[in-house]
């Protein structure tokens, strides 16, 4: 009996000294503590949250007849932030392949918060499909063994992988090297460095998978052209570095995390070449649209100047272009980009324009007119509208608990006692 006792007290006390657990409750610790500020944050994002819940068990009691959506518009707000979001998550090669690959050491310190933010997008990404199919309990059919998964022929297969492969990809990497450096300990290349490579093609295919979606159906026109791929990307690496600066501005004025300013530069680079590209192609299919107008082009004639009296959406795309052309402006000049006022002004521009052009914009005018030429328009309803606030606050959360876990092991404030 004493040789019992005395195996399960070295048990426990092995257990209680273990790196591993000692290192989610400091995590804990972490992210339970913090001044009023940070707990007002936490708060707000958990009351937006309940009431997302909320709207969201209305639409599983009364089914997806409590959105806008309708026959002739099937895909509406919540594939639109699909669409957007998971760009979002792609964004972040911008901050891993500088890092790893050209061991550029400005990207070195902020490289974690982009993964961080690449979990979070991709979280709310996937959130935005469940809530869009209905219910979860409407995803049987897609798991394989139990229902019918349809690969490698369905696209939507395709990027269920994808989705879910660069979410453990991005788990599993910084998970390694931030419980590295909080042992003490130097990652090994040979652990690490094989899922990098892997996650930067992953990255690209993610989004390519998705923009092959749209473009791979004939039957809608708008979304039926080789640009749908390459300015997907594209906005991808404009949005989001642009939410990379806004965010490392604020970690930088209330953290101690050592982030340069050499890498907000850097970021705004990025994105004002990217916006650049962005405007090219937007000016192409344009031009491709309206030059020699065919009832192919009747989509792009609704989204832009409205179509038979109907024009809800046509407010929004100009409010897009206007703040895209006119964030892209302000980074191009090189004494404004180097100005913290007007860089972060045009990167929430950006972000602000990419969001609605690339998931309002590109989304429904898919749909509208219907195939007999009618046009039926989509309004999202305030079910819809509560719901994708409570997602937003539900990334939101996710990204600052992982933040608010990450930075004291960087800075090297936390670290493994075994005492």
């Known amino acids: 009996m004493a040789t019992l006792t005395q195996t399960l007290t070295d048990h426990w006390t092995r ?9 989610f409750l400091d995590g804990l610790r972490e992210v339970t503590s913090g001044g009023v500020r940070y707990h007002a944050w936490m708060a707000s994002l958990t009351f937006v949250m309940c009431l997302g819940a909320f709207a969201y068990t209305i639409q599983l009691r009364d089914g997806l007849a409590v959105t806008g959506l309708h026959d002739h518009v099937s895909w509406g707000l919540y594939i639109s932030n699909f669409t957007f979001l998971v760009g979002m998550a792609a964004a972040a090669v911008i901050l891993v392949m500088p890092t790893y690959v050209l061991k550029d050491q400005d990207f070195a310190k902020a490289v974690l918060i982009g993964e961080a933010l690449a979990v979070s997008a991709l979280i709310m990404a996937i959130s935005f499909v469940v809530v869009d199919v209905g219910g979860p309990a409407r995803l049987w059919h897609l798991l394989p063994g139990i229902g019918v998964f349809n690969w490698p022929q369905s696209l939507l297969a395709w990027d269920i992988l994808v989705l879910n492969g660069y979410l453990l990809l991005n788990l599993i990497i910084p998970f390694y090297i931030l419980y590295s450096h909080y042992r003490g300990r130097k990652p090994q290349k040979r652990f690490y460095l094989p899922a990098i490579f892997l996650s930067i093609l992953w990255a690209v295919s993610v989004h390519l998978v998705t923009a092959f979606l749209y473009a791979g159906l004939p039957a809608r026109p708008f979304w039926h ?12 690496f404009t949005a989001g570095p642009a939410l990379m600066i806004l965010i490392l501005a604020v970690l930088r004025k209330h953290t101690d995390i050592d982030v340069r300013w050499a890498t907000i530069d850097k970021l705004a680079l990025v994105a004002t070449v990217a916006a650049q590209v962005c405007l090219v192609m937007l000016g192409s299919e344009l031009f491709v649209e309206f030059y020699r107008q065919t009832h192919h082009g009747q989509s792009a004639m609704y989204l832009y100047f409205g179509l038979n009296g109907k024009s809800a959406l046509t407010p929004w795309i100009w409010s897009a272009v206007a703040m895209n052309v006119a964030a892209t402006a302000i980074l191009s000049v090189h004494r404004l980009r180097q100005t913290p006022r007007w860089l972060y002004s045009a990167s929430a521009l950006l972000f602000a324009g990419i969001l609605i052009e690339k998931g309002l914009g590109t989304i429904i005018p898919g749909f509208i007119p219907e195939p007999w030429g009618r046009v039926e328009e989509y309004v999202p309803s305030w079910v819809e509208l509560t719901v994708s606030a409570g997602i937003w606050a539900f990334g939101a959360f996710v990204f600052t608990i992982l933040a608010k876990a990450a930075i004291p092991i960087e800075t090297g404030r936390r670290r493994f006692n075994p005492s």
């Open 15 to 23: 257990l209680r000294q273990s790196p591993l657990r000692q290192f």
């Open 225 to 236: 052209t080789a640009l749908m791929g390459p300015r997907f990307l594209a906005t991808a």
